[in-house]
């Protein structure tokens, strides 16, 4: 064959695959490109004629998404702006949602928290559409199964962090007014700025590099749990406990709408001896749950179990106030933020023995509110922290 005929059989073979190419739908956000962040393959899909309003908006909300997860398996910041409506409030909205995405990559570049594989489920629960406003929203419940680098191959989980998103209806299609969600880096950020977060984590990784170059073995005080009590902490029970729970509620308790200590609480009851009593006349000020609705004050409050931990003398659990490196399965971690205070509680779900006892991607914890599972402790460096070891429990 000629070389003038080779080249136009090559031509036309090009243009059969991109005519196969061209007529192959895209209809989920999941196929998006890296490289050009989605942006053409969205317009393609919002420009169907055939799509129903209802997938239009699909579209647009996981796109959205996608971009989110792909930026932290990137560790780049992808624009979204193509997605976010042009009026004041919903600018405002993307700014501050930009300084989150932001900070995530941040501390996922210091801490290698980058996702080597993601999957994410969007569970919708409701899609309202306004036309007579040209407004919609839409309820729905994030959940994802991702595995970070510095602890792969282990997997780490998120169920039922509920958004709603609201959006618009323009020349162009839909757009994001804003997306209302509430986890906790959205709550830090209600009392402290972008500057002062990325602060706190700077100095958090120093401090952890300074150890690492220090290498001072720390040996915890009390080698045997249970030392000051009755009986001995039962932790991987309280453990089990939490992963048996970290993404749905024990019938058997009440849910609260801030659950993080009810549901640390349930966990640690575990870890103790169902033999006891629950009833005691000064159960507001104890440690015990009763019946539906009503847990004591130690029980569901952060600052109520630190406290009644690291200072019970009589029956129940007991700990002290101690460092990440005496850290636990069942043991109590607490976060700080400003304008909050200590506002979450999460129990020690899991801990990899690698010789680095202060390294904190060594700490798996589980917790509630924010439905989590086998998460890196070093995925939570832009706050403050203490620690709860958990040393027994009496009658």
């Known amino acids: ?7 136009f059989f090559g031509l036309c073979v090009l243009f059969l695959v991109f005519v196969l190419l061209a007529t192959v739908p895209v209809t989920k956000a999941a196929t998006l490109d890296q490289s050009s962040s989605g942006t053409s393959e969205y ?53 501050k949602e930009s300084d989150k995405r932001e900070i995530e990559i941040y501390l996922a570049t210091l801490y290698h928290l980058n996702y080597v594989r993601y999957k994410y489920t969007l569970d919708y629960d409701k899609i309202y559409i306004d036309e007579e406003s040209a407004r919609a929203v839409v309820e729905l419940r994030e959940s994802h199964e991702v595995v970070f680098e510095s602890i792969a191959p ?6 039922n962090l509920k958004h709603v ?18 986890d906790e ?5 209600a009392g402290e700025s972008k500057a002062q977060i990325l602060a706190r984590i700077k100095k958090n990784y120093e401090d952890e590099i300074q150890e690492r170059q220090r290498n001072v073995e720390i040996v915890p005080s009390n080698e045997v749990e249970g030392i000051r009590g009755v009986h001995i902490y039962n932790g991987w029970a309280a453990a089990n406990y939490a992963d048996t729970y970290w993404h749905y509620y024990n019938p058997a308790y009440t849910a609260y709408s801030s659950d993080c200590t009810n549901f640390v609480s349930q966990a640690i009851y ?64 607490e976060l700080y933020a400003s304008g909050q205070g200590w506002f ?52």
């Open 1 to 7: 064959m000629s070389t003038a005929k080779k080249g």
């Open 43 to 95: 317009l393609e899909v919002r420009m169907g004629s055939s799509l129903s309003e209802r997938e239009r908006i699909k579209n647009v909300v996981e796109t959205y998404f996608e971009l989110r997860y792909k930026g932290q398996q990137l560790l780049k910041t992808q624009d979204f702006s193509f997605l976010v409506s042009n009026t004041s409030v919903a600018k405002q909205w993307a700014h």
């Open 154 to 159: 282990e997997v780490s989980k998120l169920a």
């Open 165 to 182: 998103i609201i959006l618009s209806k323009t020349d162009a299609g839909w757009k994001i007014v804003r997306d209302e969600y509430e």
């Open 185 to 189: 880096l959205t709550q830090l950020m």
């Open 270 to 333: 575990e870890g103790t001896s169902h033999t006891m009593s629950p009833v005691d006349p000064n159960h507001y000020r104890d440690y015990w749950y009763y019946s539906a609705g009503n847990g004591s004050y130690p029980w569901i409050n952060v600052t109520g179990i630190y406290n009644f931990l690291t200072t019970n003398t009589g029956r129940g659990p007991y700990g002290e106030y101690s460092y990440v490196c005496y850290m636990a399965k069942g043991d109590v971690i």
């Open 344 to 395: 979450h509680a999460v129990i020690v779900a899991k801990v990899i023995d690698s010789g680095y006892c202060w390294d904190k991607r060594n700490i798996l914890i589980d917790s509630h509110t924010t439905d989590r599972y086998h998460y890196p402790l070093n995925y939570y460096s832009a706050y403050g922290k203490r620690y709860i070891h958990i040393t027994g429990w009496n009658n």
